[in-house]
């Protein structure tokens, strides 16, 4: 037991410092690698350009709507229509809309965006997108990336949401209100297009949503003021179509349906990523830490050899 206490020492500073000093050509070439590799791939990483905008929930100018929820919203109920959704849910769809596999696909297609959005990996010296010849053939103007059944060769709507979780972020601050979609990209004209775009797109999706219920909901009100005897009816009926009147006029002289932009989509001209000067310096500082770390067990596992060859083994029987 004394031998024990004698060659098992206690850990010093002086200690860990000088297997430090010992391996420091290990500790630098571990550093250099590091940092060499996290130049090449801060490098490697294509510019990422960010268009942001500020949206508030367009107001609701449909006058008595409100009132009419409390005073007639049973009777539509029975006659099954929808006597208008106030703002926020009208700005709650949109919201979900924009994170759709319907609504994206629908958008993508309109626009013609699904060699750019799918196959992009980056821009040229000129400006110009590089596609990922891998996933799309410029030469063959097709797309071949290799995918296993029953997923299609073309990108469909699953695609298509994936990628614009990469590219599209839908924030609300709950205590204003305000709504703020950012989008970003290789290319800083496109990021900017492709927001201007979306907004546009789901405010006319809800407008001529809202425009073809209203449109059917007052034929089927015409109708039903034809066939019925009962005046107090006849009186509801024909506040109901002047409801679904405003709510058509509204779709047709509003283009801000939904959101009404209080700062427009922007040109950004200052890169969004990548941070290379951080991902070099933590690469850096990561390797640091692993080149110590192995330095350091390196040592003590050495040591502890050490210790083990000079101490008498569990057989050996101490004399008196």
């Not at 929820?69 to 029975?78: E, N």
């Not at 929808?82 to 926020?88: H, K, V, Y």
């Not at 769809?93 to 799918?118: C, D, G, H, T």
């Amino acid at each position: 037991m004394q031998n024990q206490q004698v060659y098992l020492e206690e850990i010093s500073l002086a200690e860990i410092f000088n297997a430090l000093y010992r391996g420091k050509f290990i500790i630098t070439a571990i550093v250099v690698v590091f940092a060499a590799v996290s130049v090449f791939i801060a490098t490697s990483l294509p510019n990422m350009y960010k268009s942001e905008t500020k949206l508030i929930a367009a107001a609701d100018s449909t006058g008595g709507l409100s009132s009419l929820s409390g005073s007639l919203g049973g009777l539509a109920s029975m006659a099954g229509l929808s006597i208008g959704g106030d703002t926020n849910e009208k700005t709650l769809i949109a919201k979900e809309m924009l994170k759709s596999r319907k609504f994206l696909a629908s958008f993508v297609e309109k626009r013609n965006i699904l060699i750019p959005l799918i196959a992009a990996e980056g821009v040229d010296d000129q400006g110009n997108l590089i596609i990922n010849e891998n996933l799309y053939s410029t030469e063959l103007k097709q797309w071949v990336r290799n995918v296993v059944a029953p997923k299609p060769v073309i990108p469909a709507a699953e695609d298509i949401y994936y990628a614009f979780q990469k590219y599209l972020t839908v924030y609300t601050d709950n205590k204003s209100g305000i709504t703020i979609i950012s989008f970003e990209f290789f290319r800083a004209d496109i990021a900017q297009q492709w927001l201007d775009w979306l907004i546009a797109d789901i405010n006319s999706e809800i407008k001529n949503r809202d425009m073809v219920e209203a449109k059917d909901s007052i034929n089927y009100l015409t109708q039903l003021i034809e066939e019925t005897d009962n005046s107090a009816m006849r009186e509801a009926f024909y506040l109901l179509v002047e409801e679904q009147t405003k709510t058509l006029l509204l779709t047709e002289v509003r283009e801000e349906y939904v959101f009404r932009a209080i700062d427009p989509a922007i040109f950004p001209e200052e890169k969004s990523s990548p941070q290379r000067a951080f991902i070099c310096i933590l690469m850096t500082v990561v390797g640091g830490i692993l080149a110590i770390m192995f330095v350091l067990i390196k040592h003590f596992l050495f040591r502890s050899k050490q210790v083990d060859s000079v101490l008498p083994s569990s057989n050996e029987t101490v004399l008196n």
